[in-house]
C-alpha cells in the first residue's frame, strides 16, 4: 500500500507562488501516473493537474494552464506542483493521487486514482 503526504501548502498574497510536493513511501510511484485534486469549502474535488508514469506527458485543468506546472522525480518518489501567479480562488485543500494503473495513459478524473494523500490547505489572500 502507497502512502501520500502532501506538504508545501499555507497562506500567500494574490499574484504570489507557492511549491507543493507529494512523497510517496510504502510502495514506488514510478510506474504510475500521478495527479493533483482540489477541493474548496462546499464544492467538489476538482482535477488541477496530471502527469503520466515517465513525466513525458501533463495535463492541466483550464483554470490553471499557464500558471500551475506538475513535475516529478521519480529516484525520489516525489511529485511536484509549482503555483504561480496565484489568485483567491485557488484556495482549496490540495490533494495528490495515484492512479489506479501503473503504465496507464493520464486520466483526469477522480475516480480514475485509487490512493490518496491528507492534503495539503493553500489559502490567497486578496
Known amino acids: 500500500q502507497v502512502q501520500l503526504v502532501e506538504s508545501g501548502g499555507g497562506l500567500v498574497q494574490a499574484g504570489g507562488s507557492l511549491r507543493l510536493f507529494c512523497a510517496a513511501s510504502?510502495?514506488?510511484?514510478?510506474?504510475?501516473?500521478m495527479g493533483w485534486f482540489r477541493q474548496a469549502p462546499g464544492k467538489e474535488r476538482e482535477f488541477v493537474a496530471a502527469i503520466n508514469w515517465s513525466g513525458g506527458s501533463t495535463a492541466y485543468a483550464d483554470s490553471v494552464k499557464g500558471r500551475f506546472t506538475i513535475s516529478r522525480d521519480n529516484a525520489k518518489n516525489t511529485v511536484y506542483l509549482q503555483m504561480n501567479s496565484l489568485k483567491p480562488e485557488d484556495t482549496a485543500v490540495y490533494y495528490c493521487?495515484?492512479?489506479?494503473?501503473?503504465?496507464?495513459?493520464?486520466?483526469?478524473?477522480?475516480?480514475?486514482?485509487?490512493?490518496w494523500g491528507r492534503g495539503t490547505q493553500v489559502t490567497v489572500s486578496s
Open positions: 510504502g510502495r514506488t510511484i514510478s510506474t504510475y501516473g
Open positions: 493521487a495515484r492512479h489506479y494503473t501503473p503504465f496507464a495513459q493520464i486520466r483526469l478524473g477522480v475516480t480514475d486514482f485509487g490512493s
